[in-house]
T-cell receptor
Framework: NAGVMQNPRHLVRRRGQEARLRCSPM?????VYWYRQLPEEGLKFMVY????????ESGMPKERFSAEFPKEGPSILRIQQVVRGDSAAYFC?????????????FGDGTRLSIL | DAKTTQPNSMESNEEEPVHLPCNHS???????IHWYRQLPSQGPEYVIH???SNVNNRMASLAIAEDRKSSTLILHRATLRDAAVYYC????????????FGTGTRLTVIP
């Protein structure tokens, strides 16, 4: 049973470039969450998606960041015109449902470094 | 989501039990208590959750106080692989679907 798969594991970009992070949820999971962990800090929620819908993007920066979870294929977190402050570990999680007794299963993250 | 309070760090000797405390004095009647842990360079890992009764699974046990204002995650026999940051998280029916990670407890296991 494959867990949550994130790729790439490491991504290096220069300032001003675009970063695309991919997340394939566990089989049968239709709920996806993205979190960001800045160096030496805790994880912070960014966005919650179900297939083809953004449910909650209250933690997402208003500019340069977008997320999608198409009907087919992985969820994508896109960061346009990256800046040094975007350097962080980005984690994706998935669950079977949105209930509060539903665990979220995490991938091992994408570590984004901005030169 | 109601807030939780955990010690910043704890140490345990290998093969001994570990009791990780969490205070949540403002917990409401419908809040679930969840525990996750994050090993170095990995994503968080679900450990256990409960509402009122104590819970056991293959990873750990969760002891919930009768008034639910505190809980304790019990690792019955610590191994070096259990060295991680442990997060106690409350989830309520009226809250957001996301998890709120505080600072957690960094557990060091001494060989």
């Amino acid at each position: 049973n494959a867990g949550v798969m994130q790729n790439p594991r490491h991504l290096v970009r220069r300032r001003g470039q675009e970063a695309r992070l991919r997340c394939s949820p566990m089989k049968g999971h239709s709920h996806v969450y993205w979190y960001r962990q800045l160096p030496e800090e805790g994880l912070k929620f960014m966005v919650y998606l179900q297939k083809e819908n953004i449910i909650d993007e209250s933690g997402m920066p208003k500019e340069r960041f977008s997320a999608e979870f198409p009907k087919e294929g992985p969820s994508i977190l896109r960061i346009q015109q990256v800046v040094r402050g975007d350097s962080a570990a980005y984690f994706c999680a998935s669950s079977t449902g949105a209930g509060i007794n539903q665990p979220q299963h995490f991938g091992d993250g994408t570590r984004l470094s901005i030169l | 989501d109601a807030k939780t309070t955990q010690p910043n760090s704890m140490e345990s000797n290998e093969e001994e039990p570990v009791h990780l405390p969490c205070n949540h004095s403002t917990i409401s009647g419908t809040d679930y208590i969840h525990w996750y842990r994050q090993l170095p360079s990995q994503g968080p890992e679900y450990v256990i959750h409960g509402l009122t009764s104590n819970v056991n699974n293959r990873m750990a046990s969760l002891a919930i106080a009768e008034d639910r204002k505190s809980s304790t995650l019990i690792l019955h026999r610590a191994t070096l692989r259990d060295a991680a940051v442990y997060y106690c998280i409350l989830r309520d029916a009226d809250g957001a679907n996301n998890l709120f990670f505080g600072t957690g407890t960094r557990l060091t296991v001494i060989p």
